[in-house]
């Protein structure tokens, strides 16, 4: 089972190869800024590409008056640009249905941010690239770091200017290879004063806001970091593919285990600050395990204790297993972790010998992963943290007595008729019953109580608890023994199918809500959906709050018409500015007797949701307010989609 690859692995690997075979390879030189000599690389890499038989013309490069770019293109076949008239001006663009109609094996796009002329299929020319790979066709392409999406603001910080143009990350992620194209500032200074980056006005204007020694050294530091993150992304792959277990050390990364205890919390904090120091990722995972008894509490501040790590920056992960160590390897070695942190409570000699320690064990099975091992005594958890505890379940203990003295009563009575081995199977059937209930205190009582009664009235002498000889202990014993395994076994199963079935509902839910809204149109339509559906899964009366003339109003409504007062009213205006959760069961604004949820939209949100549940404790587990963000981030694509239709 441990080396059966993972099907869900496998189902993403033919897919993704796949989509391979259908198109083209994409092939982007990437350069910290102009002049680094992207293109005259890319097409010194054609030349010889042609020079081996292959089909390759130039689609588009810009020689920017350079005369070994110039020289570089005589040996290859161009296509005709096309005019586009723009405002009494003649604009040479790249012909996309040309290059369709010609099919060739390999075409040569320099500059993959410029944006097209108006009037063109595409407004960019990456569109372009990318409708020539889904048609089969390879792209050697050029890019600048600072014109991608995810780094202009990093980037505008440097150069103290707004970038225009930028190319989405899902582009660079689509390139099959990257090569960096690097240039020291001093060489790239010297060529731009000689000339051979733009003409001497353009160099002037360029080496006063651009072409700076800092600004050039930042941006060569993005260009390394960037492509060092997608090979990092390949390896990755390639270990996935390959089914590779031990770790390659290629690049730090981080895993810090996280539990229900307050140390969690110093534990998250000093990964955040490793991290930052070392510019690596970090991981929290949380091992949920089917408990002998409900944990449900623990489990709800252990998911707060993942949501903190997630809001300082970490990827979250929440584990299901019944064996915590061989989850967290596993685990770690599937991510390539380099670096383990985890808690270790001081406890005495005696306990660490009775009792095992996570962390010791995490050490014994760490082999080339490093372990960094944070120690304290057990801290005590703020009274306004401390869960509410659930009543002692006396009634499943009076049950739990009754099903045995039932039991003992039919033994009794059917004793002249059984041998022994019945009647132990007997107790051994009302053991099996009483841990249904999924309880360890009263399964434990009954196996005591079954083991008890057996050995007063069925084992000579009679009515006595007095043992006659070594063999009567030892089927006591075993029956005992038999009892808890039994009892335990169905305990854990009972957790593992309450883990299982929660799952399911949360996907199921979800599935319905998207059907639901996919044959929905028109706003209020689909918030009366939306709304109507959130009611009946949370039992709880909905408010959905769109904006008008910059104010947040009642726009649907479900089981309810209350109107809000000026503090709701303010909950909900500042959900809907920052795009975050507040409220009921929340850390923020949770005066509120109400959850207040962003629509939150690839632009931002759209409006909110509120939830007022009719059992306010509905609401306070944290696998609910996910589910619920879940629905409302549904109900808010649904919107867009609508909006742009």
Known sequence: MEQRPNPETLLQRAQLEERQKKRGQLKIYLGAAPGVGKTYKMLQDAIAQRAQGLDVVVGVVEAHGRQEIKSLLTQLEILPEQLVDYRNIKLHEFDLDLALKRQPALILMDEMAHTNAPGLRHTKR????????????????????????????????????????TVPDFMVEMADTIELIDLPPEDLLKRLKEGKIYIPAQAELAADIFFRKGNLIALRELALRTTAERVGAQVFLYRQNQGIKHIWPTKEKILVCVGPG???CKLIRAAKRIATSLQVAWIAVYVDAPRFKSAEEKRNLAIKNLQLAAQLGAETYILTGFDLVKEIMHFAREQNVTQIMIWKHIRNRWQDIF?????NEIVRHSEEIDVYIMTGERQRMPEKAIPNKQAVPWRIYIISIAIVALTTVINYLLYPFLSGSDLAMMYLLSITIIALFGRFGPSLLGSILSVLAYAFFFIPPYDSLVIAGPRSFLTLLIMLLIAQVISQLTILTRRQTEIAQQIERQTSALY?????????????????????????????????????????????????????????QGVAQWVYELGQIAGLGTDTLSFSDALYVPLLGSRGSLGVLRLRPINAERLISP???????????????????DRLL
């Open 126 to 165: 990456w569109q372009d690239i990318k409708e020539l790979l889904d048609r089969g066709i390879d792209v050697y392409t050029t890019l600048n770091v600072q014109h991608i999406e995810s780094l202009i603001d990093d980037v505008s910080q440097v150069i103290h200017t707004a970038i225009k143009e």
């Open 262 to 264: 307050a140390e969690s």
């Open 355 to 359: 009792f095992r320690s996570l962390a």
């Open 512 to 568: 319905v809500l998207s059907r639901q809204l996919a044959n929905t149109r028109g706003v209020d339509k689909l918030l009366e959906t939306g709304i109507q559906y959130l009611a009946d899964l949370f039992d709880s009366e909905v408010l959905a709050l769109l904006p008008h003339n910059g104010h947040l109003v009642i726009q649907a409504r479900c089981r309810t018409n209350q109107l809000l007062n000026d503090k709701e």
């Open 623 to 641: 696998e609910q307010i996910q589910l619920l963000k879940n629905c409302a981030n549904q109900l808010a694509l649904a919107l867009e989609v």
